[in-house]
């Protein structure tokens, strides 16, 4: 059964760092394309970033320069690492997996989900 879970959210001031975890199960995240979005109050999920399976990183221009993608194969976990968080970085994270898409930026190709980790930027 796949299966992904999410972690590391919280409360955070603006300028600080959150590292999230997605950890997978049910299949070998490696070999998969992994994609985090948001989705904040009101607003449609958004791609924030991607990682083929060949290794290359994709990221939306919000947060390219202060959000990284990055995996742990012998972990089977997909992380993101959120550096300078701004008040409008605020949202649900979500983890999504899908075998192969060339629109890595839609939502709607992902087959996989998590059940997402809430990630607050306020002072």
């Known amino acids: 059964q796949v299966q992904l879970v999410e972690s590391g959210g919280g409360l955070v001031q603006p300028g600080g760092s959150l590292r999230l975890s997605c950890a997978a199960s049910?299949?070998?995240?490696?070999?998969?394309?992994m994609g985090w979005f948001r989705q904040a109050p009101r607003k449609e999920r958004e791609f924030v970033a991607a990682?083929?399976?060949?290794?290359?990183?994709y990221y939306a221009d919000s947060v390219k320069g202060r959000f990284t993608i990055s995996r742990d194969n012998a972990k089977n976990t997909v992380f993101l690492q959120m550096n300078s968080l701004k008040p409008e970085d605020t949202a649900v994270y979500y983890c999504?997996?899908?075998?192969?898409?060339?629109?890595?930026?839609?939502?709607?190709?992902?087959?996989?989900w998590g059940q997402g980790t809430q990630v607050t930027v306020s002072s």
């Open positions: 049910g299949f070998t995240s490696s070999s998969y394309t």
């Open positions: 990682m083929r399976k060949a290794g290359e990183l």
């Open positions: 999504a997996a899908v075998y192969y898409t060339a629109f890595y930026r839609s939502a709607n190709n992902y087959a996989y």
